[in-house]
């Protein structure tokens, strides 16, 4: 597979902080690889030095001939009044024809290509700025967070047409299932190293555990060494036979080769102040409509709230949803009907615009006590500081010099802390790395009171919500099914639907409704392809059972210090992959059998 780039002996430091240091891979053509590391690691000065922004204190960048580089960054870098096919007519190498035509997976109507950016939903604009990327032709795209603040169904889009992508790109993302699903190597960047893992992000968490395994029975059977070497030059040294011996075994041991064994990074465990008592119910809306001057978004709004609900709040771009949690926190005010808070209920909102309102002057810890609760002590505001990655030293930090990341995660802290029945919560794991998203997603699930949440990141609203509330076109109600369910259907509208479809006509598709019957020759073909399935399925799942046996084996070969060929691993994540396929057509087809029952 043709090389395009190659980092060799990488150093890279800020200030007394060394990212990265002798840092050495290559990425292959068609290579789809994910970017991880903890927040400050570096991983996007490592895309700025890619693409020429930044420089290397020490090493050097091999770029193939055929190179041709595409980044698409967090920033938005059209003008003021731009319209999307204006922007595209600019930043692209290709013709206007063929740029939309390279991007039509990602549904951009003429119509919304003909609206200023500016404009547009987060969701619209992301997917006019990837166009624009295709349109410069790489065959290697960089994408920094492109997940951040999307819905689920410009998520959804993306993540097809990055598996279809026929091109190399580097992924950073803290989306576990969305790397899950368009990734097929992990490069690592985390204290000080970068490390290029075989497989997706799975494989990835199954290889760090195998090679610390590895890691731990080498060090301990070295540690053995050392102290029987020691006992022996102790028990012996002094006496003039066995002195020659002694010192034998003494430059043995100096040349015995260190183990270096690094610490798995702590793994934090946020700990959420129990919320005060309240009664059952939280909160009400009856009849209500939100808007703008001008500009109504939600109307007829009828909800009751209950203590302990965890709601997920979903929807296409442009719903509501953000207005929708607003109208619940009291920050906008219904313009009809009415909303009734429960008693001695108040409500905590955290949103992307919270973090705007801290106070420069204050240090993060500072601002952490100022919102905690009453009884809240001042050693678990700490232990908050420290599970949302702020070290002993960085508590102290002033906002004013916080990065944005650094702010969103002070702000959510300042939320968690209020000892608040009911959290209203925005886009919170934006921002976290992969530790941090799951000690908020476990913290949540533990939460005796409300949550209320928005977010694009699928495993987290499936673990905690126990209730799904839908925002559309038809209003605002409770979605009679699982999350699962809704992810399932919003893909098979996605799949169904036109190129030109637009977001109202596929909000339509989301909604439970009687289909008309059709032919039972249809349904017999469905029966027909679900029972081969059923038997593709059961052959996968017996070959992966065998699979994990060996690979048990192979454990135990690390346990005991031997080094197993690692084979096992990756036959085991490509199996799994497939199964995980089949299981979703197996749905997909399931599911449109039951609608052509008559």
């Not at 290397?56 to 009044?81: K, M, P």
């Not at 490390?195 to 053995?224: H, V, W």
Request: hydrophobic share 40%.
């Amino acid at each position: 597979m043709p090389n395009l780039l190659q980092l060799n002996g990488g150093d890279k430091a800020f200030g007394g902080q060394k990212l990265f240091e002798e840092a050495t891979f290559a990425i292959n053509d068609n290579e789809h690889v994910g970017v991880i590391g903890p927040n400050g690691a570096g991983k996007t000065t490592l895309f700025k030095i890619l693409i020429g922004e930044q420089e290397l204190d020490a090493g050097v960048i091999v770029r193939s001939q055929s190179l041709r580089l595409g980044y698409l960054s967090q920033h938005d870098n059209w003008l003021e009044g731009e319209t999307g096919e204006a922007y595209l007519e600019r930043v692209s190498h290709l013709p206007l024809w063929q740029v939309k035509s390279l991007g039509r997976d990602l549904r951009v109507s003429e119509e919304v290509f003909a609206k200023p950016i500016q404009s547009l939903s987060g969701g619209y604009r992301m997917r006019i700025k990837l166009i624009g990327l295709l349109g410069m032709d790489p065959n290697l795209m960089l994408l920094d967070e492109p997940t951040n603040y999307l819905d689920l169904e410009t998520t959804l889009l993306l993540e097809r047409f990055l598996q279809n992508y026929d091109g190399a790109f580097l992924l950073i993302s803290h989306d576990r299932e969305f790397l899950r699903r368009t990734t097929d190597h992990t490069l690592e960047v985390e204290s000080g190293d970068i490390t290029k893992f075989n497989g997706n992000i799975d494989d990835y968490f199954e290889q760090k555990e195998m090679l610390r395994a590895q890691l731990q029975a080498q060090a301990q059977s070295q540690a053995e060494k050392r102290k029987a070497v020691l006992d022996f030059v102790n028990r012996f040294g002094a006496k003039a036979t066995k002195a020659k011996q002694a010192q034998s075994k003494l430059k043995s041991l100096e040349k015995m080769e260190a183990i270096e064994f690094k610490e798995i990074p702590v793994r934090a465990v946020i700990q959420i102040p129990k919320p005060t008592h309240v009664g059952k119910t939280i909160l009400k809306l009856n009849g209500a409509d939100f808007g703008y001057p001008g500009k109504p978004v939600l109307k007829k709004v009828s909800i009751e709230i209950q203590r302990g609900d965890h709601i997920a709040v979903v929807g296409l771009n442009g719903a509501g949803k953000s207005t929708l949690l607003k109208g619940l926190a009291g920050q906008l005010a219904p313009t009809k009907g009415q909303r009734e808070l429960g008693y001695q209920v108040e409500l905590a909102l955290f949103n992307q615009h919270v973090a705007e309102g801290l106070n420069d002057k204050h240090s993060v810890l500072d601002s952490l006590e100022a919102a905690a609760g009453s009884d809240v002590t001042a050693q678990e505001v700490r232990n908050m500081a420290g599970s949302l990655l702020f070290s002993s030293d960085h508590i102290h930090k002033k906002v004013q010099v916080l990065s944005g990341g650094e702010k969103s995660r002070t702000a959510l802290g300042r939320i968690l802390l209020q000892k608040s029945p009911c959290l209203l919560l925005d886009e919170p794991t934006n921002h976290l790395d992969f530790q941090t998203i799951e000690a908020l997603t476990q913290a949540l699930k533990r939460f005796e009171g409300t949550v209320i949440v928005v977010s694009h990141d699928r495993g987290f609203i499936r673990r905690i919500a126990n209730k799904i509330l839908l925002v559309s076109d038809s209003g605002v109600e409770l979605y009679p099914g699982t999350y699962d369910e809704y992810v399932w259907k919003l893909q098979r509208s996605l799949m169904s639907s036109d190129s030109d479809q637009s977001a109202p006509a596929i909000a339509k598709t989301l909604q439970p409704a009687e289909k008309p019957a059709t032919s039972g020759a249809l349904r017999h073909e469905r029966d027909k392809k679900i029972r081969a399935l059923d038997k593709k399925i059961a052959n996968l799942e017996q070959t992966i059972l065998k699979l994990e046996e060996q690979n048990n084996l192979a454990n135990e070969m690390v346990a005991s210090g031997k080094d197993p060929a690692g084979e096992y691993l990756k036959q085991l994540g490509d199996n799994s992959l497939q199964l995980q396929k089949l299981e979703e057509e197996w749905v997909e087809l399931s599911a449109q059998r039951e609608e052509l029952r008559t």
